[in-house]
């Protein structure tokens, strides 16, 4: 298996525009995670869907994030209009939600930079 | 809510020597999960080792071992044989509760001395 796969790795845009970062999970998995990490904040948890279904969104910052998960394999997480405060890594992992431990995946992570 | 707190910043260990870095949480769930994450310069999350809090056995995989005290909400990482590709961030993380939410403490940077 591939494992996560996030695209792009690295992004550099401008204040303003538009950022959409992608991410494929593991097939199978049915639990779908955005994380955000920065130096001053640590490790984030944005949201997470489970069956496609947004679960908890309380992490996303302002109304600037969205995200959707279309199909089990595939989520975007859309940030419109960037400003440089959301300069991070965004990290997506995946996991098999089942009775039990649910060992989470994650993928190399999108490097943001918001000039 | 629940907290995961990592008090020290940073450690470093002799190669071949063995080190503990620490983790406390807070909780009022009688079941939940711990993990121990490895992040290399490479930023790839790689879990290490993970524990199931109704177990009362620690957990081990090779060189990597838990201390886990329930009832102190203590959750130390101990590394022996330390090698040079040890070096990163280690991240404790809880998962409990109804949903299967982590939470992250702030991570400990270790550094390995050749």
């Known amino acids: 298996d591939a494992g996560v796969i996030q695209s792009p790795r690295h992004e550099v845009t401008e204040m303003g525009q538009e950022v959409t970062l992608r991410c494929k999970p593991i097939s199978g998995h049915n639990s779908l995670f955005w994380y955000r990490q920065t130096m001053m904040r640590g490790l984030e948890l944005l949201i997470y869907?489970?069956?496609?279904?947004?679960?908890?969104d309380s992490g996303m910052p302002e109304d600037r994030f969205s995200a959707k998960m279309p199909n089990a394999s595939f989520s975007t997480l859309k940030i419109q209009p960037s400003e440089p405060r959301d300069s991070a890594v965004y990290f997506c992992?995946?996991?098999?939600?089942?009775?039990?431990?649910?060992?989470?995946?994650f993928g190399p992570g999108t490097r943001l930079t918001v000039l | 809510a629940q907290t995961v707190t990592q008090s020290q910043p940073e450690m470093s260990v002799q190669e071949a020597e063995t080190v503990t870095l620490s983790c406390t949480y807070d909780?009022?769930?009688?079941?939940?999960?711990l993990f121990w994450y490895k992040q290399p310069p490479s930023r790839q999350m790689i879990l290490v080792i993970r524990q199931e809090a109704y177990k009362q056995q620690n957990a081990t995989e090779n060189r990597f071992s838990v201390n886990f005290q329930k009832a102190a909400k203590s959750f130390s990482l101990k590394i022996s044989d330390s090698q040079l590709g040890d070096a990163a961030m280690y991240f404790c993380a809880y998962e409990g509760g109804a949903n299967s939410k982590l939470t992250f403490g702030k991570g400990i940077t270790l550094s390995v001395r050749p």
């Open positions: 992992a995946s996991s098999l939600r089942t009775q039990g431990v649910n060992e989470q995946f």
């Open positions: 869907f489970n069956n496609n279904v947004p679960i908890d």
């Open positions: 909780t009022s769930e009688s079941d939940y999960y």
